[in-house]
C-alpha cells in the first residue's frame, strides 16, 4: 500500500484488520514526513517500509520509528506511470523518490516467496526480515534493508534439502519396515519418478541454472517440472493452494486406484506417496505455508494426517510380496 497519513482513522484501521484476519501481509509505505510513521503502516501486524538510498543510507525524507519492519529503495527509482490523466494511453518512465516507491519492492520480493510455497503471512513476514542485510539503527531500517536474492535462495535452498532429506529417510524407514515384515522392498525407475515428481520436482534444479528466465513461451511447462506437484496450483493461484488439493494424500489415493492393481506400475504408486509424504513433512516443520481451516496447528494437523496416509500407501505399494 502506497498511501498513509499522520491521523489514525477508524475506516482504515477496520480494513487492515479484516485483510489480516483473511491472511494477507500488508505492506505499506512508512511516509515521507521524516518523522514518525503514518498510517496505515503504523497499525500492528502492518510491515512498514522505509526509504533508502543508492549508498544504503536512510533517505532524508523516510518516516521513522519502532514500527519500521524493514528498509528498501527509495531514492530516484524509475517506474512506469501514466500521465494525461491516462485518457490517450500516455506513459512515462520517470524518476521519483518516496517510500512509495519502496514498498513495492518488498511486496514483490513477498510475492516471489509467495511463488515458493511460502504463503503464511507471518512466515512471509519473518522470511523477508531474518533475509534483510541488517543495519544497526533499527527505528530507520528495522530489521534492515531488503535482500531479494537472500530470501528467495534462502527459501529456495531450505525446502530443496528438507524434502530429500525427509524423502530419503522415508524410503529408508518403509524398506527397513517391510523387510521386518518378511516382505521385498521393491524401488526402480517407476519409484523414483513418482517419488521426484510429488516430493522435489522432476527438475528441481532449473531455477537455479538460470533456465526459466530464457525459456519464453515454455516457462509454465517447466516452472511445473520444477517444483513439486503438490505446490502446481500456485502456479494458478495462491488462493486455490489454501486448500491444499494436490499437496496431500489426493495424488497418492489416485495413482493407487489407477495402477495398483499392475504389479508393474505399482512401485509408481509407492513413489508417489513417499514423495508426497516427505514433501508434507517439510509443510508440517516448516510451518509456512497458509490454510483454509485451523492456521499454522490445522496445517501441520493436516499434513501429518495426510503424510501418514501415504506412508501405510508407500508401504503397501513398495512390497513386492
Known amino acids: 500500500m502506497s498511501l ?7 475506516i482504515l484501521e477496520d480494513a487492515v484488520k479484516h485483510a489480516v484476519s483473511k491472511g494477507v501481509l500488508i505492506v ?25 538510498d543508492s549508498n544504503d543510507n536512510i533517505a ?13 529503495p527509495g531514492v530516484a527509482v524509475t517506474q512506469q506511470t501514466i500521465c494525461n490523466q491516462g485518457k ?25 516467496l509467495v511463488g515458493e510455497g511460502v504463503t503464511d503471512p507471518g512466515a ?17 531500517f528495522g530489521a534492515g534493508i531488503l535482500d531479494a536474492s537472500a530470501a528467495t535462495t534462502h527459501v529456495f535452498y531450505t525446502h530443496l534439502a528438507l524434502r530429500l532429506g525427509a524423502l530419503a529417510a522415508l524410503i529408508a524407514l518403509v524398506a527397513m519396515r517391510i523387510k521386518r515384515k518378511n516382505g521385498k522392498f521393491g524401488w526402480g525407475i517407476g519409484a523414483t519418478v513418482g517419488a521426484l515428481l510429488t516430493g522435489v520436482g522432476l527438475v528441481p534444479v532449473l531455477p537455479i541454472a538460470g533456465v526459466l528466465a530464457r525459456a519464453g513461451g515454455l516457462r509454465p511447462w517447466l516452472e511445473m517440472l520444477a517444483r513439486p506437484l503438490g505446490e502446481w496450483d500456485i502456479l494458478f493461484s495462491a488462493g486455490i493452494h489454501r486448500f491444499l488439493p ?17 504389479k508393474r506400475l505399482r512401485p509408481i504408486v509407492g513413489g508417489i506417496a513417499l514423495g508426497s509424504a516427505a514433501l508434507l513433512a517439510q509443510m508440517a516443520f ?17 499434513a501429518v494426517a495426510n503424510a501418514a496416509v501415504c506412508l501405510w500407501l508407500g508401504r503397501m505399494a513398495l512390497d513386492k510380496k
Open 246 to 262: 494436490l499437496a496431500s494424500a489426493l495424488p497418492a489415493i489416485a495413482a493407487s486406484a489407477l495402477f495398483f492393481g499392475s
Open 60 to 72: 532524508w525524507f523516510s518516516s521513522r520509528g519502532p514500527q519500521i519492519a524493514i528498509g528498501a
Open 88 to 112: 490517450d494511453k500516455c506513459e512515462v518512465f520517470g524518476t521519483f523518490n518516496g517510500t512509495s516507491m519502496a514498498s513495492p519492492h518488498v511486496a514483490g520480493v513477498a510475492a516471489l
Open 28 to 52: 505499506a509505505a512508512a511516509g515521507n514526513s521524516g518523522k514518525s510513521v503514518g498510517y496505515p503502516a503504523a497499525y500492528p501486524d502492518v510491515l512498514a517500509v522505509s526509504a533508502t
Open 4 to 10: 498513509g497519513g499522520p491521523i489514525k482513522s477508524q
Open 286 to 302: 516448516s510451518g509456512e505455508t497458509a490454510f483454509f481451516l485451523g492456521g499454522a496447528l490445522g496445517m501441520r494437523v493436516f
Open 124 to 140: 512471509l513476514k519473518d522470511t523477508l526480515q531474518s533475509t534483510a542485510r541488517p543495519k544497526s539503527e533499527k527505528n530507520l
